[in-house]
């Protein structure tokens, strides 16, 4: 089983999100901003980290480049209301994993966490 970190300023998507990922045997982790999203990965081991594009503060674009610098192995899929091409091709380009649009259906969420976890694994 995975640590996951869901970093999305809107309480009901993380708690969703929770649900579907415990109910599935993971450790997962909360923040509401990307600054406590850095947080808790500084201080835990995170294999799959879940971040929404747009947050007040430390946006997901700023806190999956900051993950860059870390050198870690944490695999990132970022999720956002805000479909835009272009932003989720620099975002894979900025080494994301998967962009996923919202609303998405949590078994499509399982299904790329789990291919985040093969990935990660290779």
Not at 60 to 83: A, F, Q, R, Y
Not at 89 to 98: G, M, V
Request: proline content about 2%; overall charge negative.
């Amino acid at each position: 089983m995975a640590n996951i970190l869901i970093c999305d300023d809107e309480s009901n998507i993380r708690k969703s999100i929770n649900n579907i990922l415990s109910d599935e045997g993971h450790t997962v982790y909360e923040a509401e901003s990307g600054l406590k999203g850095l947080s808790i990965c500084r201080e835990n081991k995170i294999d799959i980290a879940i971040i929404d594009i747009w947050m007040p503060g430390l946006t997901g674009t700023d806190m999956l480049e900051k993950i860059n610098e870390m050198e870690s192995d944490i695999v990132t899929i970022i999720i956002s209301g805000h479909e835009r091409s272009d932003e989720s091709a620099k975002l894979i380009e900025k080494s994301a994993f998967y962009f996923m649009e919202k609303p998405f259906s949590l078994d499509s969420l399982l299904d790329v966490v789990y291919k985040a976890l093969k990935h990660k694994k290779k």
